[in-house]
């Protein structure tokens, strides 16, 4: 009986890894991919927050052309490409000023984000109003999109979402604004990635 099951199982693998292969190659233009790992180590941050987190998220990058995958946990055994790590603390070792995000690229196959949640509330509620779920979602999510494309090899910009300090309508704002040229900038910097999933086509 155990032995079935396993020559059963070993044969679904194998028809749909087929199955996969003859979707890919009916797409011949495909929208890069980046995979997401979303980590909250203290469990802290409300669903609904991250709800509108992750929605926010894929919406601007898809606004470039991307998908964004996401998942949540502490560890996706390296199936990520970008690690997003929220953060419930102000600092980071002896950093001056408020940080809201920080990049780590190393080692490069796992890039980390973290974002210090507590700064960003901060940041936006600068204004006197308690930042409600949605509001806090999408300042998250502009910061981590801000750190996302760092991890992508993409520096700051003197406006708009790279703009090295971000502030209450950078983070709030219903518009993002990037610089001219930005949606190729963002393609260029994945092309690395697009090319390694294309290896082995015909
Ligand atoms: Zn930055």
Do not use: C
């Not at 894929?58 to 502490?74: D, H, K, N, P």
């Not at 102000?90 to 210090?116: F, M, N, Q, Y």
């Not at 801000?146 to 406006?159: C, P, S, V, W, Y």
């Amino acid at each position: 009986m155990r032995a079935a099951a396993g020559r059963w199982g070993g044969l679904l693998v194998v028809l749909l890894a087929g199955a996969a292969a003859s979707a890919r190659e009916e797409q011949p233009v495909a929208r890069p991919e980046l995979l997401v790992l979303w980590s909250d180590p203290e469990q802290r941050v409300g669903p609904a927050v991250k709800h509108q987190l992750y929605k926010e998220t894929a919406a601007l990058f898809a606004s470039w052309g991307v998908t964004i995958r996401s998942s949540e946990g502490l560890d996706s055994e390296g199936l990520d490409h970008v690690r997003v790590v929220l953060l419930e603390r102000s600092r980071l070792g002896e950093g001056s000023g408020l940080v809201l995000g920080e990049t780590h690229v190393t080692p490069l196959e796992h890039p980390a984000v973290w974002i210090l949640v507590p700064n960003v509330r901060e940041v936006v509620e600068r204004r006197g109003e308690v930042a409600s779920s949605p509001v806090l979602g999408r300042a998250l999510a502009r910061v981590a999109a801000h750190e996302i494309l760092h991890t992508l090899g993409l520096g700051h910009a003197a406006q708009g979402l790279m703009r090295p300090g971000l502030g209450t309508s950078d983070l709030t704002s219903p518009r993002v604004r990037v610089s001219d040229g930005f949606e190729r900038r963002v393609l260029e910097a994945l092309e690395p990635r697009v090319r390694q999933g294309a290896v082995g086509r015909p």
